[in-house]
């Protein structure tokens, strides 16, 4: 019989005790909800009952005691384990050679939810890792745990009984077998790896909201009613799609084509769910046509969440903006541009059952538990394969869900195979809808690991008829056979100010950017010059868009200079636009930035080579410049050649297709330090696993494990950009303030609300940069060193972030 008197958690504002059976009860029934989504409910139940299993102890009671009463001398940290004691139980129960002979699959139970359990304080651990070390191993078969028969005691006297635990194992076990049997068996440490994230994603997230009702002493989650929502919502686009047909000019040309290419969206989603592509050219008006696909599908599938995924956070507003306005809605739409904390690293089992301010921000909702969400290409593969808690707490809301990605062709092609894998997951296992949107759809399954599109997957009809059709603009070869500096684009630029009336450059690096601008603001020009870089926060970019907008919608003269961040879904229209060479892609995205609604006859975009870029870092945009100037050389010697357009079907297709198999060996993001692919440490099955290889020869047998992959390892090894960055706020605007706030006493909901807000206003520094500033005096840390800001004098309402020597990597273009 159990006599602890058992401590979870002792809210900070009354001192009241949650228990530990409450707890875990709790945390289980809110798991099993997120588990029920995919078909493992008792999976993800299994992993909340058992998660804080080692608080039953005297040591971990009297440690929270001491904390709670002593706080300003807590014990000593790291000096209670309360997580590992329910993966021990898994693995003492389950892992045997017995279990292994009659049911393998219980074997497999306790290694995944085992890791997710004893993980959700940091993230999950290797099963083996570079040192042919098991930390998994490590922490459930060889850690002494002294009051763990007590542990049990109480576990199965206070949550359940033995015989109904062993009865919801059994359940468990039918689920993964189930779930596995849907893949071949060679796939299976892909999907393992895919379900033991679910899993954590599931078990994070019920914890910390279980957490947080109890410490806001609010015992019920709220409902919403989406499927009544997303109805509400369609009637509401519609009504709009209405009011549009009933204006003047309807019948011209690109609006018939829009209101085609929505009306067909609309009967597409009628079909099954599945990955699709939208292959509407630019400024077709593919926002609204994917959210009309979108709404229908939600209400016709019971989607939970729409998801929008853009490569830019400059285009978060903008397009959220629009959709908020159709759809009436100021409450249930979610931007996420950016993580404003810095997602520390450390185990923070320490702080656990008391509240601190690292206590409070773990806490803060940031899950993506919104009907609506707006994000980032980067925050959407963070989900999956960053470190940290905070990203993967998002993964199960993925689930049951519509994602689109806007403009898919800026997957970074080192993130290639990770993104298909991701995304074929959500496709095969979550019950999820995926549209592909871009004018310039990539091979995505001409790849080794391809992406599972749908068959017969194109939405548009007539492809090459409709981009034809949609033409407004011809591109100018002025790349092929002669080359550009900034002040001959200055001459060129002259010459054109007495044709047009607004003019867009973009190059390819920031400083080549910033000394144009620079360069213009010397010369002797009656036009406002803008510039456009993504050393400024979202809140300075939008600003100055707006302003760009006022000018180029009254028609006035007008030159913006920026990097390509301007090109991917920005709603501006210049009569003229220069871009530099790079990829297909990026040409076409730039010209969408010229005569955008068809307001004029065929405008010109200008492709010229800018012989100032240094590009020697920038791997992805040489190798498209490449391809992109032999495409060009072909069509001046052979004007039939690719279909006689640099921007047809056929040239995109040769482009991607050669794109990809320059870079294939960049594909599967491989790891220089380690030399393996993080697809091997993640996905390779046990026989095929280098590590597990490695550990057979050195030791002469077989680890006592069925999964040998890598998981933490992989992550700490992860960045979708390749330089190191970390988030910090800029007093810019409403910056200011939101830094003044942030050492003020919060509750929980003030900080979410907070931290939110703080996105506008947040860039990434690079490492060299953040150490150029803090030896400067240049960044303040506020909340214990979780949040970043720039001090007064870093930042400029011309540049944004003000540094002697800029870098040409482009840190915040996602």
Request: with cysteine.
């Amino acid at each position: 019989m159990c006599k602890l008197e058992s401590i979870a958690h002792i809210r900070e504002d009354d001192k009241q005790i949650q228990t530990v059976e409450d707890h875990l009860l709790e945390v289980k029934e809110l798991a099993e909800s997120y588990g029920e989504k995919i078909g493992i409910r008792h999976i993800a139940g299994l992993a909340g009952m058992l998660h804080d299993l080692g608080k039953y102890t005297l040591e971990f009671k009297s440690y929270l005691l001491e904390a709670v009463n002593n706080p300003d001398q807590p014990p000593k940290k790291g000096s209670v384990d309360h997580s590992t004691a329910g993966g021990k139980l898994l693995y003492e129960l389950l892992h045997t050679q017995e279990t292994l002979r009659e049911n393998m699959y219980k074997v497999f139970l306790s290694e995944v939810v085992g890791n997710a359990i004893i993980s959700h304080h940091s993230y999950l651990h290797d099963f083996l890792d570079p040192e042919l070390n098991s930390k998994y191993l490590n922490r459930v078969a060889d850690k002494e745990l002294s009051e763990f028969n007590l542990t049990k005691q109480c576990f199965f006297n206070r949550v359940i009984s033995e015989k109904e635990f062993s009865l919801y194992v059994d359940q468990a076990a039918e689920e993964l077998e189930e779930y596995l049997s849907r893949h071949p068996q060679d796939k299976w440490w892909e999907q393992l790896m895919f379900l033991t994230k679910y899993i954590f994603s599931s078990l994070i997230d019920a914890d910390r909201t279980n957490t947080r009702l109890f410490e806001e002493n609010n015992k019920f989650k709220e409902t919403l009613d989406v499927n009544q929502l997303f109805q509400q919502y369609y009637q509401r686009l519609m009504k709009k799609i209405e009011f549009f047909k009933n204006q003047q000019n309807v019948n011209e040309k690109i609006n018939v084509l829009r209101s085609q290419m929505s009306d067909r969206c609309d009967k597409f989603a009628e079909r099954p769910s599945g990955i699709y592509t939208l292959s509407i050219p630019t400024g077709g008006g593919k926002t609204l046509a994917s959210l009309r696909y979108a709404l229908k599908h939600a209400k016709s599938y019971n989607k939970k969440h729409i998801i929008y995924v853009v490569p830019y956070t400059t285009i978060i507003e903008q397009n959220a903006e629009e959709v908020r306005t159709i759809l009436e809605d100021d409450v249930n739409i979610l931007e996420h541009h950016s993580n404003v904390i810095e997602d520390r690293k450390n185990d923070d089992e320490s702080q656990d059952g008391m509240i601190t301010t690292q206590q409070k921000l773990k806490l803060a909702k940031d899950n993506w538990d919104s009907p609506i969400v707006f994000t980032t290409l980067v925050q959407f593969l963070n989900v999956f394969y960053a470190n940290g808690s905070r990203n993967i707490r998002r993964l199960h809301n993925l689930s049951e869900s519509i994602i689109i990605f806007d403009e898919v062709q800026k997957v970074p092609v080192s993130c290639i195979s990770l993104f298909n894998q991701a995304v074929n997951f959500l496709k095969n296992n979550s019950n999820s809808s995926i549209l592909l949107c871009t004018a310039t759809q990539p091979a995505l399954d001409f790849v080794e690991h391809k992406l599972d599109i749908t068959s017969d997957a194109e939405i548009i009809e007539d492809l090459d008829s409709v981009i034809q059709d949609f033409k407004r603009v011809e591109i100018v070869d002025n790349a092929s056979y002669t080359s550009f500096t900034n002040d001959k684009i200055i001459d060129f630029l002259k010459k054109k100010a007495l044709e047009v009336q607004s003019m867009l450059v973009v190059l390819n690096t920031k400083s080549v950017v910033k000394n144009l601008y620079n360069l213009l603001k010397e010369t002797e020009w009656d036009i406002p010059i803008y510039h456009l870089s993504t050393s400024m926060c979202a809140a300075h970019r939008n600003i100055i868009l707006k302003e760009i907008r006022d000018y180029l919608n009254k028609g006035k003269p007008i030159i913006c200079v920026s990097t390509q961040l301007i090109e991917a879904g920005v709603d501006v229209s210049f009569d003229c636009v220069i871009r530099s060479l790079a990829g297909l892609d990026s040409i076409a995205q730039a010209a969408g930035r010229c005569n955008r609604h068809g307001e004029h006859s065929i405008q010109n975009v200008y492709v010229i080579d800018h012989e100032e870029e240094n590009l020697s870092r920038l791997k992805e945009i040489k190798v498209g410049k490449q391809i992109a100037k032999q495409i060009l050389v072909d069509i001046r010697g052979d004007h039939n050649a690719h279909g006689g357009d640099i921007l047809s079907k056929q040239a995109m297709d040769r482009y991607f297709k050669e794109y990809y198999q320059i870079l294939k060996s960049d594909l599967n993001y491989f790891i220089p330090k380690l030399d393996i692919e993080m697809t091997e440490l993640l996905t390779s099955p046990r026989h095929l696993n280098n590590y597990h290889n490695a550990f057979q020869k050195k030791y002469n047998k077989s680890i006592e494990l069925l999964i040998t992959n890598s998981y933490r390892t992989a992550a700490e090894n992860f960045r979708v950009i390749a330089q190191n960055t970390m988030p910090v706020i800029v007093p810019y605007g409403e910056g200011k303030e939101i830094i003044a706030e942030l050492n003020s006493y919060r509750t929980i909901e003030d900080l979410s609300k907070l931290l939110k807000k703080a996105q506008q206003y947040t860039i990434n520094l690079y490492d060299f940069e953040k150490d150029h500033l803090i030896k400067n005096d240049g960044i303040v840390s506020y909340l214990d060193g979780n949040v970043y800001a720039l001090k007064d004098g870093g930042y400029n309402k011309e540049y944004g972030l003000v540094m002697e020597n800029d870098n040409d990597l482009d840190s915040l273009v996602f």
